[in-house]
């Protein structure tokens, strides 16, 4: 069964360094998200992307955070300037049909960011 | 924005009895409602959805009921088996927004 796949499962960094968490969707997906949940807590949506550009995002999703397709097959979020507040499980997901289609999330097995 | 609440925060069942957790939404132009089951340390995932045309649906031990006029919906869980122990979330999309709003989440655990 075709899994969205993400990478690293696990990084630690210092305060104000860049990070950059990477996914690779299923492959005849057209919608892809970041979500990230703090520890034992709900899970929050960041941003969404569909046709090389962002098609909503939060209000945590600020001038810290960018997303970029850079080819057929990945998705990544970049965090600048990590702040301490940033420690959560980043998930992206993806799904074949649009939002409104009833298009059902997949969701990868999480990136976990340590800021310290 | 929409605003979702779940409840309870914990719930714990003997194995076979029913489990029930329900989740409240503010917006009425909501329209698709899933529900998650997320083990610990694991990715969240789906077991069953509704939208906002239908009151009901069921699968096998699995069920959501929705009422749009008291901005509702519930997870109905029967014949509970320790493997059901996990977190639940709910879910919500509104109008024609790509997000989900998740609900804070429900710790069940199920002894036998």
């Known amino acids: 069964e075709p899994e969205v796949t993400q990478t690293p499962s696990h990084q630690v960094t210092q305060m104000g360094q860049e990070v950059i968490l990477r996914c690779v969707p299923i492959?005849?997906?057209?919608?892809f998200y970041w979500y990230r949940q703090i520890l034992g807590q709900k899970v929050e949506f960041l941003v969404s992307?569909?046709?090389?550009?962002?098609?909503?995002k939060s209000e945590i999703f600020d001038d810290q955070f960018s997303v970029e397709r850079p080819d057929g097959s990945n998705f990544t979020l970049k965090i600048r300037s990590t702040k301490l507040e940033d420690s959560a499980m980043y998930f992206c997901?993806?799904?074949?049909?649009?939002?409104?289609?009833?298009?059902?999330?997949?969701f990868g097995e999480g990136s976990r960011l340590t800021v310290l | 924005g929409e605003n979702v609440e779940q409840h309870p925060s914990t719930l714990s069942v003997q194995e076979g009895d029913s489990a029930v957790i329900k989740c409240t939404y503010s917006?009425?132009?909501?329209?698709?409602f899933p529900w998650y089951k997320q083990e610990l340390g694991k990715r969240p995932q789906l077991i069953i959805d509704i939208r906002s045309n239908v009151g009901e649906k069921k699968d096998q031990r699995i069920a959501v009921t929705l009422n749009k006029t008291a901005k509702h919906f519930s997870l109905h869980i029967t014949e509970t088996q320790p493997e059901d122990s996990a977190v639940y979330f709910c879910?919500?999309?509104?109008?024609?927004?790509?997000?989900?709003?998740f609900g804070t989440g429900t710790r069940l655990q199920v002894t036998l």
């Open positions: 879910a919500v999309r509104t109008g024609t927004a790509s997000k989900l709003t």
């Open positions: 992307f569909y046709n090389n550009e962002i098609s909503e």
């Open positions: 492959s005849n997906h057209l919608y």
């Open positions: 917006d009425s132009a909501s329209n698709y």
């Open positions: 997901a993806s799904s074949v049909l649009s939002p409104l289609g009833g298009g059902e999330l997949f």
